[in-house]
């Protein structure tokens, strides 16, 4: 089956579905209908079953009583999703379709021609397209959904040019699916649209190709289109940007891939062993080795508890914090590695790349240098790569100290430059990537509307948190800071159980409170132990490793107030490089990253000017969004909140005039204050007053011999309102009859 096959098919369904309201399963029937596509918005898009079981059962519970039109609808449409990849099978895409239709009352069968379609496949759509299938499908319904009212002329039109076709495309929520939209694009139109399903991997095409456009359109794809016909006219040949040699120079520029689903990889250093250089007898000999001498041989399967032990007995020299590492090291050589793994090492600039063979065995060898050793099968030996040829996160996976080290999501860039693309899980590791770049949201009208903010301020406050991961709301007291880092945060998780967490700072908030530290903890024998436990930091970040395609966030309510070096300690560098590693000072023996998927949101006050003592390195790592009374977003957000909820005016009107005496913008006081129905009744507006607002003034003219009453208080503010408005009105005209002599 060529590709010319899917192409083909591809069309039959896009010219059936989006041209009329045609069926390619079952021609002369409507199907793709807008009643279709909503009761699949209403039953499948609306209502996701995120719970355990596979994706046909929650699939048939969601449309169990759906119309016939609809589920034949969702049957073509998962037709239509699995018509590109070739990372799965005809026969498991066949059981997905099925699945669908298999709900609907009569038997339907996949028409003969297009069911062997099926078999076929062009590219690979990657992990994120097949275990978010439901993202990618959701989106399908939105395009019948957002297709369907338009103007025939605009519908032949966009049928017609890939440009106009794109533009619609565009104009639909993405919600993280960009491969199913890339997918469509080529599907719909191949000769403009290459096969690409990875949105990373078109930029980094264009990228590595830019010196051959003679225009950049700032338009990925239309740079990708200009960018084929460009190379293809110079080749003489149509370019295929996933082979030799177009592949070759783009390929080497791919960073982090891989959950490790795949095989895992692992860094063994051999080339200063106690002075010696094991390299070329490792690749000689088909092993790599670790070397303990003093150290008796161990039984695979010992426990940390047990290793530490065995240090402990025979070498008792090693103090605790050297034992913890040697433990960590003789772990992952014993217990974490596994046959079919692979091995990395280095001498010098040269990189060498195999994969493990066997298990842990035991030699007497000179010097006790190398007893401890794993079969390895070397698929470079001969023609290393260099350090230079990987991208600058995996070099940063060959720093360090630590003998043995995992390489985590790295692996597959190692095994493509050593040409291992053909081991199990390699490949797929690559694509990895669109599982874990979570795509927040877009603020919606109704939140907008919800936190009488406007929408074009929350979506630009969203856009800094995608691109930094790290903001800080800062503004006066009582300008809704903390309340609107939580709705933010509730509404980009998609309100995911424990997906935000909020910590306050305080002077005494330190490293161990934060983030990992040493707590007391009772012992078997009732005695009192300490135990290494993680904060709230830690666990979130945990919790987001788990869970890479869920945006997680972690709210830090009065940034300002605590020791931000002391409590961020070694943190502080990841916070700036998000794709580095480093060793934590209480487990210096894991290698720790931020997963791409933590975002922070800070708070701070300025009534005290405390954000002109935050030093530069903090700055650097956080954007800031201000919020200040009688400025975007909050100028008449108080005026909107009491028309909503039909409370007096004139209380937006006594805030305005109070920040207009205080005439300080670091100390004006915000809305939230009067945001509340007591302030509806002068009982309660003067309470208010007296308790929560002029305390705040009288701190800050302490000393001054200042009468705050007379210069802040109600009647004094009501009695400059009323002189305002006064001398705003103009004197009554004169008539002419009056005047005139």
């Known amino acids: 089956m060529n590709e010319d096959a899917v192409y083909a098919a591809a069309r039959r369904v896009i010219d059936a579905g989006l041209t009329g309201n045609g069926s390619v399963f079952t021609p002369g029937r409507a199907v793709w209908t807008t009643e279709a596509a909503d009761q699949l918005y209403a039953r499948f898009v609306r209502q996701p079953d995120a719970g355990r079981g596979s994706f046909v059962k929650k699939l048939q519970a969601q449309l169990i009583e759906a119309p016939p039109t609809a589920v034949q609808l969702m049957g073509e449409l998962i037709y239509l999703h699995f018509l590109l990849p070739r990372d799965i099978g005809g026969a498991a895409k066949r059981a997905v379709i099925n699945g669908a239709l298999s709900l609907l009352p009569e038997p339907l069968d996949i028409p003969a021609d297009l069911n062997g379609v099926l078999d076929a496949g062009v590219v690979r759509a990657g992990t994120a397209y097949m275990t978010q299938r439901d993202r990618q499908i959701a989106w399908l319904v939105r395009l019948v959904q957002a297709w369907k009212p338009m103007p025939a002329d605009r519908q032949q039109a966009a049928l017609h040019d890939p440009w106009i ?4 495309l565009d104009s639909i929520p993405i919600n993280s699916a960009y491969s199913q939209r890339n997918i469509l694009l080529n599907l719909a139109f191949p000769d403009t649209f290459p096969p690409i399903a990875s949105r990373r991997h078109k930029r980094l095409i264009v990228d590595a190709f830019a010196g051959e456009l003679p225009h950049q359109s700032g338009d990925v794809d239309r740079n990708l289109a200009e960018l084929r016909t460009v190379l293809s006219a110079k080749a003489g040949t149509p370019v295929h940007f996933y082979q030799p040699p177009w592949v070759d120079r783009w390929r080497q520029q791919t960073g982090p891939a891989g959950d490790g689903k795949g095989p895992r990889g692992w860094l063994v250093r051999g080339a200063k062993v106690h002075g010696h250089n094991l390299i070329g007898q490792w690749l000689t000999e088909g092993f790599c080795s670790i070397a303990y001498p003093g150290l008796p041989e161990l039984k695979p399967g010992l426990s940390k508890a047990e290793l530490d032990q065995q240090l402990r007995d025979s070498l008792p020299d090693f103090s605790p ?53 794993r079969k390895v099968a070397w698929a470079n030996p001969d023609a290393p790569f260099t350090r230079n040829e990987l991208s600058a996160e995996a070099r940063n996976k060959l720093a360090g100290q630590l003998t043995v080290t995992d390489l985590g999501t790295y692996v597959a860039e190692f095994a493509a430059l050593a040409e291992l693309d053909d081991q199990p899980g390699v490949e797929d590791a690559e694509d990895q990537l669109e599982v874990a770049e979570v795509e927040l949201p877009e603020p919606t009208a109704d939140l907008a509307e919800e936190l009488l903010i406007d929408r074009e301020w929350l979506s630009e406050t969203v856009d800094l948190l995608r691109e930094k991961k790290q903001i800080v709301l800062y503004g006066p007291p009582g300008t809704g800071k903390t309340y609107l880092a939580q709705a933010l945060a509730h509404f980009l998780t998609g309100q995911a159980d424990n997906a935000y967490r909020l910590v306050q700072f305080h002077p005494s908030y330190s490293y161990e409170d934060f983030f990992e530290g040493f707590r007391p903890r009772a012992t078997a024998d009732g005695g009192v132990g300490f135990a290494l436990e993680p904060g709230p930091f830690k666990q979130l970040v945990s919790d987001a490793k788990d869970d890479p395609s869920q945006a997680h966030i972690l709210i830090i309510d009065e940034i300002n107030r605590a020791n931000l070096a002391k409590v961020f300690g070694e943190l502080y560098f990841l916070l700036e490089y998000r794709n580095r590693s480093i060793q934590l000072q209480y487990s210096p023996t894991e290698d720790f990253e931020l997963p791409p998927n933590v975002y922070l949101i800070g708070t701070m006050n300025t009534a005290d000017r405390s954000i002109a003592l935050v030093d530069a390195a903090m700055r650097r790592r956080f954007y800031f969004q201000s919020l200040f009374p009688g400025e975007a977003p909050l100028d008449g957000l108080l005026r909107e909140w009491l028309k909503k909820h039909n409370l007096p005016a004139d209380r937006a009107d006594l805030l305005d005039e109070l920040n207009r005496v205080i005439g300080d913008r670091d100390a004006a006081v915000g809305p939230s204050y009067l945001m509340t129905t ?25 000393g001054d011999g200042i009468d705050i009453n007379l210069r802040y208080g109600l009647d004094a503010l009501r009695k400059r309102l009323k002189q305002t408005v006064a001398t705003a009105v103009p004197a009554p005209r004169e008539h002419a009859g009056d005047t005139a002599q």
């Open 165 to 168: 076709f794109k533009d619609v």
């Open 321 to 373: 914090s050297q034992r913890g590492l040697h433990v960590g090291v003789l772990d992952r050589f014993f217990n974490r590695i596994s046959e079919g793994d692979i091995v990395v090492t280095v001498d010098g600039s040269k990189v060498y790349v195999g994969t493990i063979a066997g298990p842990v065995t035991w030699m007497d060898t000179p010097d006790d240098l190398s007893n401890r050793r």
């Open 678 to 702: 007591q302030a509806a009744t002068e009982k309660g507006l003067v309470r208010i007053w007296k308790n929560a607002v002029m305390p705040l003034l009288e701190e800050r003219h302490l």
